[in-house]
């Protein structure tokens, strides 16, 4: 794991091994949050696991949706007795690999300033993660939702997806401000992206007119 600001950590890049052009980059983050650190997404490399270790452990994990659910996520539990939280249309596929520890189903807000948004579209039970830290910036935690490949900006459609419903998440991003924006996946992108207000729109607007079709795809 590295660090990408001063409360904030990602994890070592995975690529998955059905990627026959591994492109396409998984991560995860550490939020060193004032109450203890949160993991939100997938942290599979045995030494970013030992790296958790040496930065005081996990105190909460959170997923963005099913597709993170994975042996790391099992292990990290096992090693941290950490709770695992994800959106209650996730729990089915969640509970084939880990059982989760607890659910949410609508906003609500952790420790007053870490603000789960669920944010369907992607998967019925995909969600958001949004905080201010007190270091400055405005960190979005957007799962799949959003991505980055070599032509811009997109939303991740898969066999599951509901477009309605993916438009309206990002309807709903419009309305927030985020000075970072932190992905789980990406293809031939770093999985952050500090963004203006105007570039954040733009981003959203870009991510509208070019969803990018996986349902063909053997990885999703």
Avoid at 144 to 152: A, C, E, I, R, V
Wanted: net charge negative; aromatic share 10%; charged share 20%.
């Amino acid at each position: 794991m590295k660090p990408l600001y001063e409360d904030l950590w990602i994890s070592t890049p995975e690529f998955p091994a059905a990627d026959p052009q591994p492109e396409l980059m998984m991560h995860g983050f550490l939020l060193r949050h004032p109450r203890g650190n949160l993991l939100i997404s997938r942290v599979e490399h045995p030494q970013d696991h030992t790296a958790l270790a040496d930065l005081g452990g996990v105190m909460r994990h959170y997923l963005t949706h099913w597709h993170e659910a994975s042996p790391g996520a099992l292990a990290i539990q096992q090693r941290f007795n950490n709770p695992l939280y994800c959106h209650v249309r996730s729990l089915g596929q969640v509970s084939r690999i880990v059982e989760p520890d607890a659910t949410f189903s609508t906003q609500e807000s952790h420790f007053g300033d870490f603000h789960i948004l669920p944010s369907p579209g992607h998967t019925p039970g995909s969600c958001s993660y949004y905080y201010q830290s007190p270091y400055g910036k405005r960190y979005l935690f957007v799962g799949d939702t959003l991505t980055q490949d070599n032509s811009g900006w997109r939303t991740l459609i898969v066999a599951e997806s509901n477009w309605l419903d993916l438009q309206n998440t990002l309807k709903h991003y419009r309305s927030l401000q985020p000075d970072v924006v932190l992905m789980s996946s990406t293809r031939a992108h770093l999985s952050w992206q500090e963004v203006n207000p105007q570039q954040w729109q733009q981003a959203i607007e870009e991510a509208e007119r070019s969803p990018l079709d996986m349902r063909d795809d053997p990885i999703y």
